[in-house]
Nanobody, 124 residues
Framework: VQLVESGGGLVPAGGSLKLSCAIS????????ISWFRQAPGKEREGVSC????????YYVDSVKGRFIISRDNAQNTVYLEMNSLKPEDTAVYYC??????????????????WGQGTRVTVSS
């Protein structure tokens, strides 16, 4: 599985960005696509995930109501629409693939493949 993120950049607080994750390769069996982020000096953390089986979406509390995850199966792409961005959202955002959905999907240990990341900077 290959995952390629795009869409990062610099945005003022309160602004919006839409990240894309292009998925290629052998995707059979990878039911869950997630977005993680890692801020400088901090551990990588899960942000949101979506399942291919029924498009169920999950979010961590810090982004609920602001971020929206979606997928376009025809384009093999997963999106993360980020609204009302805050300086604390500044991080490198990674797309990730997992074979199964865990109740701890936000834990990087459950990820099988990672993308290379795209940087998001929110200015105050």
């Amino acid at each position: 599985v290959q995952l390629v993120e795009s869409g990062g950049g610099l945005v003022p607080a309160g602004g919006s960005l839409k990240l894309s994750c292009a998925i290629s390769g052998s995707t059979w069996g990878y039911d869950v696509i997630s977005w993680f982020r890692q801020a400088p000096g901090k551990e990588r953390e899960g942000v949101s995930c979506i399942t291919s089986s029924d498009n169920s979406a999950y979010y961590v509390d810090s982004v609920k109501g602001r971020f929206i995850i979606s997928r376009d199966n025809a384009q093999n792409t997963v999106y993360l629409e980020m609204n009302s961005l805050k300086p604390e959202d500044t991080a490198v955002y990674y797309c990730a693939a997992s074979t199964v959905l865990s109740s701890r999907w936000y834990n990087p240990g459950f990820v099988d493949y990672w993308g290379q990341g795209t940087r998001v900077t929110v200015s105050s």
